[in-house]
């Protein structure tokens, strides 16, 4: 990436093309024309071509410059694309939230519709996220992560007890007349969750079984799927069951459900700044929506 120009010798030409002038350039980008002036002579030095054909009346470009700007008005845009894609307008009515995966696609997603249609002056931005990082990401400003609340550097505050309860196929559901019956169904496994299986086994009083693992995933999600499809019995958390039951894909057979050790927290850094209002109105509805 040595041979890439500057930046701002880039823009500086990009503008002058458009523009046709260093003064109109300069005004449009807050620099003086004579900044502009020096921009273009730096691009044309380390390119070893002139650019513009400067007469006394206009800038016209050369060949070379007419090649070259294409080139350089396509890359301004995917950048400027690229940045407004990634952390978005932080105008007072945006809020960018990040949940796990699974949360964010069974739980929050489905819920945004009715929320931003009551609100349509907030802009929503929803990432998701597979393994929760340490720290807390600074273009976020509002994290939701699941754990057991002991994260260093930052404020958890708890949304509710979780549970963990089994789901399958309605079809699978028949099969299950009592919770014995799970040592003799394939069993799905999700990476990260490796106690949930064994804890619940315990919590029924029944042997660990050693056989009938229908799959390993790394994500509720896709565990959600493969059980959605008939491949196994999944242990999810109480919450996310809730909402697929109620979609008809999956069921939960009538089997105790486990208190989990793992809840879902609202994360804020410690002596952070009062958070803005739209911020405070989505978290107020969040911890509505994962109480419910």
Known sequence: MSSLPNLLWLRSFEAVSRL???????????LTQAAVST?????ETQLGHQLFERTTRKLELTASG??????????????????????????????????PISEAVLIIAPALVEFQKEHPELDIRLLSAIWADTALDTG??????????NWSGVHAEPLGPETIVPVCHPDLAGKLKQPADLMDLPRIHILGF?????????ALGLPQPSTRTSA????????????????GVALLLGKVATRLAATGRLTTPLFPGL????THYLLNRDNASPRKPAVQRVETWLRDLFAA
Do not use: C, M
């Not at 976020?140 to 609340?149: K, M, P, Q, V, Y």
């Not at 208190?259 to 793992?262: K, L, M, N, T, Y």
């Open 39 to 43: 921009h273009i002579s730096g691009l």
């Open 66 to 99: 007419q090649a070259y700007l294409p080139a350089v008005r396509k890359a301004l845009q995917e950048l400027a694309v690229s940045t407004d894609s990634l952390f978005g307008n932080r105008s007072a009515g945006s809020v960018t939230i990040r949940a």
């Open 20 to 30: 046709g002038g260093f003064t109109a350039a300069g005004a449009e980008l807050g």
């Open 194 to 202: 490796d106690d949930h299986w064994p804890s619940y086994f315990d």
């Open 259 to 262: 208190p989990s050790v793992r």
């Open 216 to 231: 390993t995933v790394d994500t509720s999600l896709a565990a959600v799927e493969l059980a959605a499809a008939g491949g």
């Open 140 to 149: 976020t400003d509002i994290e939701i992560r699941l754990g057991t609340g």
